[in-house]
């Protein structure tokens, strides 16, 4: 369901694509690569969360051929427990494939990657000079890694200081050392991001270059436009959906510039932010939202709602749900909700219009503010790589 709205979008042009997975299969042409068949046979074959994970399960199905009919959950098979295993032989499975490369970009099936963008930025940076580029999370022992949502982007000489033990002198190929040596840091940790990072830290002697917002948390659906998101070049978008993916990316083929990367400010027209005011059963206020003052008439009703929030100064959106006011600080898209009652408010009565989530735009006040003082991003910000700027 991923790959193949990927391989018609994002993907598409890539001649140098590696699909990593758990297990080898073909689709459309492309070969899944089961990269945790490249861990050290100890390991893999002795490793019980490994096997809780339902991946042996998996492969026997896959090995008699009778893994497209079977349901995986109802076998046991958890992907996410698999993940995790992926990240570090995955990174020596690219430089056995593409040892010429000069920079590695790792990302996932539901990552949006803005392609022209990401060669913009590399194309300031060098190569042979250890990099690791990505949005900014807390690592091991007060490191930092990039979160693997949004993606990652590794240097050819940070590639070559996790792998330089993997070949022998004569160049053979030896094993994935790199997976060997953290073998147990991927047993601890929850995360093969987090154990990539701080073996970038330690094997690479690398630390993270952190390019938030350019690398960004929040789906297509899901960003909170104002100023962090403005006039910064979008690099990724994560969990971005199937549906979005090619309507996003056919879009953006249609608009490009050779001369103007594309910038956060170009996404609202894209989303119809400017004209949209009024969606039933959705909810705009789970990201950024705030209750409206408990004393104010804003939660009398919908409309009370949306008066009240075009008389703030710090409200762009609003949502109304089970007689209480939400306002939004910034403005985004926000997604369907169908209706609810928590369950610490099951006593209380309610109709079935209490509980519809009901969600509004200002879109004069959005408009003002898209009119503002710098907002017509004539000087792109390509900001800097840190790590106290973060999301």
Same mark, same amino acid.
């Given at each position: 369901?991923?790959?193949?709205?990927?391989?018609?979008?994002?993907?598409?042009?890539?001649?140098?694509?590696?699909?990593?997975?758990?297990?080898?299969?073909?689709?459309?042409?492309?070969?899944?690569?089961?990269?945790?068949?490249?861990?050290?046979?100890?390991?893999?074959?002795?490793?019980?969360?490994?096997?809780?994970?339902?991946?042996?399960?998996?492969?026997?199905?896959?090995?008699?051929?009778?893994?497209?009919?079977?349901?995986?959950?109802?076998?046991?098979?958890?992907?996410?427990?698999?993940?995790?295993?992926?990240?570090?032989?995955?990174?020596?499975?690219?430089?056995?494939?593409?040892?010429?490369?000069?920079?590695?970009?790792?990302?996932?099936?539901?990552?949006?990657?803005?392609?022209?963008?990401?060669?913009?930025? +590399? =194309?300031?940076?060098? #190569?042979?000079?250890?990099?690791?580029?990505?949005?900014?999370? /807390?690592?091991? @022992?007060?490191? $930092?890694?990039?979160?693997?949502?949004?993606?990652?982007?590794?240097?050819?000489?940070?590639?070559?200081?996790?792998?330089?033990?993997?070949?022998?002198?004569?160049?053979?190929?030896?094993?994935?050392?790199?997976?060997?040596?953290?073998?147990?840091?991927?047993?601890?940790?929850?995360?093969?991001?987090?154990?990539?990072?701080?073996?970038?830290?330690?094997?690479?002697?690398?630390? +993270? =270059?952190?390019?938030? #917002?350019?690398?960004?948390?929040?789906?297509?659906?899901?960003? /909170?436009?104002? @100023?962090?998101? $403005?006039?910064?070049?979008?690099?990724?978008?994560?969990?971005?959906?199937?549906?979005?993916?090619?309507?996003?990316?056919?879009?953006?083929?249609?608009?490009?510039?050779?001369?103007?990367?594309?910038?956060?400010?170009?996404?609202?027209?894209?989303?119809?932010?400017?004209?949209?005011?009024?969606?039933?059963?959705?909810?705009?206020?789970?990201?950024?939202?705030?209750?409206?003052?408990?004393?104010?008439?804003?939660?009398?009703?919908?409309?009370?709602?949306?008066?009240?929030?075009?008389?703030? @100064?710090?409200?762009?959106?609003?949502?109304?749900?089970?007689?209480?006011?939400?306002?939004?600080?910034?403005?985004?898209?926000?997604?369907?909700?169908?209706?609810?009652?928590?369950?610490?408010?099951?006593?209380?009565?309610?109709?079935?219009?209490?509980?519809?989530?009901?969600?509004?735009?200002?879109?004069?006040?959005?408009?003002?503010?898209?009119?503002?003082?710098?907002?017509?991003?004539?000087?792109?910000?390509?900001?800097?790589?840190?790590?106290?700027?973060?999301?």
């Amino acid at each position: 369901a991923r790959v193949r709205p990927q391989l018609e979008s994002v993907s598409a042009c890539l001649d140098t694509l590696i699909i990593v997975s758990d297990v080898d299969e073909e689709y459309q042409g492309q070969q899944l690569l089961d990269v945790i068949a490249d861990l050290p046979a100890p390991f893999r074959d002795n490793n019980k969360q490994l096997r809780r994970s339902g991946y042996y399960v998996q492969k026997a199905f896959a090995d008699n051929g009778t893994l497209a009919g079977v349901n995986l959950t109802e076998i046991g098979v958890h992907g996410w427990k698999m993940d995790k295993f992926k990240f570090l032989p995955q990174v020596s499975r690219a430089w056995r494939m593409r040892p010429e490369k000069r920079w590695y970009v790792f990302y996932e099936g539901d990552t949006y990657v803005v392609w022209d963008n990401v060669f913009r930025l +590399l =194309s300031n940076f060098n #190569p042979d000079v250890p990099l690791y580029f990505g949005s900014p999370s /807390p690592g091991r @022992d007060g490191s $930092w890694m990039a979160n693997g949502g949004e993606g990652y982007v590794l240097s050819r000489e940070a590639v070559r200081r996790l792998v330089k033990h993997e070949f022998g002198e004569d160049g053979a190929f030896l094993g994935s050392k790199l997976s060997e040596r953290w073998r147990h840091g991927m047993m601890r940790d929850c995360c093969g991001d987090s154990v990539l990072g701080w073996a970038v830290h330690e094997d690479a002697k690398t630390d +993270l =270059s952190g390019l938030w #917002p350019m690398f960004n948390p929040h789906p297509l659906h899901g960003v /909170p436009f104002s @100023d962090r998101y $403005w006039c910064q070049p979008v690099i990724s978008m994560h969990k971005t959906t199937t549906e979005s993916m090619v309507d996003l990316w056919r879009w953006e083929e249609s608009r490009r510039e050779l001369q103007r990367p594309l910038i956060y400010a170009d996404l609202p027209h894209y989303l119809n932010l400017t004209k949209i005011t009024i969606r039933e059963d959705w909810d705009n206020a789970d990201w950024d939202g705030y209750p409206a003052p408990q004393d104010s008439n804003a939660h009398n009703s919908f409309k009370a709602c949306g008066d009240a929030c075009k008389a703030n @100064d710090d409200c762009f959106q609003w949502t109304y749900h089970l007689r209480s006011c939400y306002f939004v600080r910034s403005f985004r898209l926000g997604a369907p909700k169908a209706a609810e009652v928590e369950e610490s408010r099951t006593e209380d009565e309610w109709s079935h219009n209490d509980t519809r989530f009901m969600a509004g735009w200002d879109v004069e006040g959005i408009r003002r503010w898209m009119d503002g003082k710098g907002r017509d991003c004539k000087a792109v910000q390509w900001v800097k790589p840190s790590v106290e700027r973060i999301y």
